[in-house]
């Protein structure tokens, strides 16, 4: 069973920054890639960013120079640096793997249960 934990949600004001943290468990083959979405009240859920394997990165147009992907292989980790916040990006933020469980076997996403990040003017 694969888990994903989003840590490093909170309230922060208008300008300020925030580190997002989502670490993999579980027992899985590998990683193809691992992204960040967010999903305001009355909206579908987005796309933020996304790392893939190979080390590519893509961002949505909004957090393109205020956000960072990261990931740290060997930890099955995916942070995302998140600075000159403003209320437009309060919304609930989910960490999704693509990954395959055996050598060999289709890929699949999984989500984190999500971490709320609150700006305020």
């Known amino acids: 069973q694969v888990q994903l934990v989003e840590s490093g949600g909170g309230l922060v004001q208008a300008g300020g920054s925030l580190r997002l943290s989502c670490v993999a468990s579980g027992t899985f083959f590998s990683i193809n890639a691992m992204c960040w979405y967010r999903q305001s009240p009355g909206k579908q859920r987005e796309l933020v960013a996304v790392?893939?394997?190979?080390?590519?990165?893509n961002y949505e147009d909004s957090a393109k120079g205020r956000f960072t992907i990261s990931r740290y292989n060997a930890k099955n980790t995916v942070y995302l640096q998140m600075s000159s916040l403003n209320p437009e990006d309060t919304a609930v933020y989910y960490c999704n793997a693509v990954l395959s469980v055996v050598r060999g076997s289709p890929l699949y996403n999984h989500w984190g249960q999500g971490t709320q990040v609150t700006v305020s003017s």
């Open positions: 790392k893939i394997s190979c080390g590519s990165t």
